[in-house]
């Protein structure tokens, strides 16, 4: 799987929209790019996943260069309850690529 | 009607003993995972299994054995606990199959602490 880079942390103030990059410069055609987030003491919750179109549910946007090498998530009003630690992962097709594999991830605090 | 649940929460107990944690979801999902968090917090993968068949398993020492007695549940036993065993451990599900886009839902996490 392509690794990525995200940032350590993020701040935002409640109600303004969050805007959380990733780096995946070694993609490949065939890899998606997930967002999942983690909320303390709590299990990874799906967010969005995305190939090469913009995609947006009702948690967030995913904005992906026409490149494939970078995104951002996008939580477009940001509230308390968001302060998670967000990963971005870059997954394949089939095989082992059933695991994600986590990195660091990016803790995003939401100030009042 | 939690979709994937973990028994039991907080496990404590001593080097050298034997326990199990336990997964299940009524997803209807296929595939089943077991991710270990550590105290750093790096999230990694175990095993996974489809339609109770082993197809990941990750350089996991061989004391962690997984079992599954049907596709809704997947169950984690360790034997000769250590003290590097104390971590978060958290299962998940998915549809599984060879799709890019297949999302894993997980479970709310055991928390193992070794004495």
């Known amino acids: 799987d392509a690794k990525t880079t995200q940032p350590p942390s993020m701040d935002c103030a409640e109600g303004r929209a969050a805007n959380l990059p990733c780096n995946h410069s070694?993609?490949?055609?065939?890899?998606?790019v997930y967002w999942y987030r983690q909320i303390h003491s709590q299990g990874p919750q799906y967010i969005i996943h995305?190939?090469?179109n913009n995609e947006t549910n009702e948690m967030a946007s995913l904005i992906i260069t026409e490149d494939r090498k970078s995104s951002t998530l996008i939580l477009p009003h940001a509230t308390l309850r968001d302060t998670a630690v967000y990963y971005c992962?870059?997954?394949?097709?089939?095989?082992?690529?059933?695991?994600?594999?986590f990195g660091k991830g990016t803790l995003l605090t939401v100030n009042p | 009607d939690t979709a994937v649940s973990q028994t039991p929460k907080y496990l404590v107990t001593q080097m050298g003993n034997d326990k199990s944690i336990k997964c299940e979801q009524n997803?209807?999902?296929?595939?089943m995972y077991w991710y270990k968090q550590d105290s750093k917090k790096f999230l990694k993968i175990m095993f996974s299994?489809?339609?109770?068949?082993?197809?990941i398993n990750e350089t996991v020492p061989n004391r962690f054995s997984p079992k599954s007695p049907d596709k809704a549940h997947l169950n984690l036993h360790i034997n000769s606990l250590e003290l590097g065993d104390s971590a978060v451990y958290f299962c998940?599900?998915?549809?599984?199959?060879?799709?890019?886009?297949?999302?894993?839902?997980f479970g709310p996490g055991t928390r193992l602490t070794v004495l």
């Open positions: 998940a599900s998915s549809l599984g199959g060879s799709r890019g886009t297949d999302t894993q839902y």
């Open positions: 070694t993609i490949s055609g065939n890899e998606y």
């Open positions: 995305g190939l090469k």
């Open positions: 992962i870059v997954r394949g097709i089939g095989g082992s690529n059933y695991k994600l594999t």
């Open positions: 997803l209807g999902h296929d595939t």
């Open positions: 299994y489809n339609n109770k068949e082993l197809i």
